[in-house]
């Protein structure tokens, strides 16, 4: 849903598969080496060759390059060459030349710098090889332009067929938005209630409170937006237990149950950099490479801290600290004491406990910014994170772009339904002094 459609290699090359075709190729290649060495000369594997170069070069036209049409096919008019190579007289390094004129005319500026290389190549069997693969580059270009050039069309065609099919099951179940309606109005209800004292606000003692580019909670008029954004939030936090899951999500509840485990593992990255910065200072933490490599021994080790927590914060706690120790020793600056050290591993060891009052606090803000994100854009969000955010902006963007994309395609095929709730939750003065654009 919302996805980008990319041609890819089938094989990687280090596979079997990947083994068995570039043998293969070789095979061919070196026959076709034999062929021409010949004397007289064999043309037959040229033939089939220039065959399919000329397939591959008249696919990558457009309908209306009509002249280009007429031009290759009398270029390389198969029967033609098949006359001249009987003579003995095909002109294999001009036909290679002629190829490489046109490839220069129709490839994509990515593989300009491809074909020039093919230019200087002399040997007949290795240009012909090094034109094979670079037209195969550009008929995947054209594949994937012909892709992106349909995707609204296929997008649109997607919105309208997932409404009706939900459309012809409402039809027969009249209860079918039920839940639905309940997610909605739970949702209202949040936003209308008054907060409750979290980690982040100033009156639990000993915590930072929100800095001054983070909104303080008021009770801002409803808007269909406000609601929809909680609710898709709300989804975040589902419990397991509750089987009244909104039955407009239950085709994305998979992806949004891999958005939750992402964003627990992302609270859990963000701190162990916090706690780790504080006993290591700027200098480290000014050093992008040392903040590379702590974020790689973390994430290696967050896979492990859902079925694990405990044994997962232990181990990490050992390598974080073996990590300060041997940066600030390489970098000439003094170790940490003893007591900081137990200090950092005993905090670091914290994290694996229910309500730690540093994850809640970075969970609180990591929901925080994927609100501003539906509301805002990923790119304006990522312009004012709050503390404690800014080390992780690479992977709070990708998270923040699935996440909008997801509940993006979600209201394009539901926004109808929704906004017929929403209605009979939101005051009409309000919903038309608030009204979405996207719905």
């Not at 033939?47 to 070069?57: A, G, R, T, V």
């Not at 409750?196 to 929100?210: E, I, N, R």
């Not at 903040?291 to 927590?309: C, G, H, I, N, Y």
């Amino acid at each position: 849903m919302g996805h980008d459609f990319h041609v890819k290699e089938v094989f990687p090359p280090s596979s079997l598969e990947g083994k068995v075709k570039e043998t293969m190729h070789n095979a061919f290649w070196d026959h076709l080496k034999e062929q021409l060495s010949a004397t007289p000369p064999d043309f037959s594997c040229a033939l089939e060759l220039l065959k399919e170069i000329k397939e591959i070069l008249l696919s990558l036209l457009l309908p209306r390059q009509n002249r280009l049409r007429s031009e290759i096919e009398d270029a390389l008019d198969v029967d033609l060459l098949k006359q001249e190579a009987e003579h003995g007289a095909l002109n294999v390094p001009h036909l290679s030349k002629y190829i490489l004129n046109m490839m220069t005319l129709l490839c994509a500026p990515v593989r300009d710098e491809a074909v020039q290389k093919l230019e200087s190549v002399t040997d007949p069997v290795r240009l012909l090889r090094g034109i094979f693969q670079v037209l195969g580059l550009m008929k995947m270009d054209m594949v994937n332009y012909t892709i992106q050039s349909l995707q609204p069309h296929l997008q649109e065609h997607s919105v309208q067929y997932e409404r009706a099919k939900f459309q012809e099951l409402l039809d027969k179940q009249p209860g079918l938005l039920d839940h639905t309606t309940k997610w909605l109005t739970q949702a209202a209800a949040d936003l209308t209630a008054p907060p409750l004292p979290g980690p982040d606000t100033p009156d639990s003692s000993g915590v930072a409170s929100p800095s001054p580019s983070e909104p303080v909670d008021s009770p801002e008029p409803l808007s269909p937006t406000m609601v929809l954004s909680q609710g898709f939030l709300n989804l975040l936090l589902w419990d397991p237990e509750n089987e009244e899951f909104p039955e407009t999500l239950q085709m994305d509840r998979a992806r949004l149950q891999e958005l939750e485990s992402q964003l627990h593992r992302l609270t859990v990255l963000a701190s162990v950099l916090l706690v780790a910065s504080s006993f290591s200072g700027n200098v480290l933490f000014g050093s992008p490479q040392f903040v590379d490599k702590l974020k790689r021994v973390t994430k290696a080790l967050t896979e492990e801290f859902d079925s694990r927590p405990e044994e997962a914060m232990l181990t990490l706690s050992e390598q974080v600290s073996q990590e300060i120790h041997q940066s600030l020793k390489s970098m000439g600056l003094a170790p940490l004491s003893s007591d900081n050290t137990a200090s950092l591993k005993g905090q670091l060891q914290n994290i694996a406990a229910k309500e730690n009052c540093v994850c809640s606090v970075i969970d609180q803000r990591i929901h925080l910014f994927l609100k501003c994100c539906l509301v805002l854009g990923v790119q304006r969000s990522l312009l004012d994170l709050p503390g404690g955010l800014t080390l992780i902006e690479a992977e709070l963007a990708e998270l923040g772009q699935k996440f909008v994309n997801l509940t993006r395609h979600n209201q394009q095929v539901f926004g109808p339904y929704y906004m017929e709730i929403l209605k009979t939750l939101i005051s009409p003065a309000q919903a038309l002094e608030t009204e979405v654009e996207s719905l």
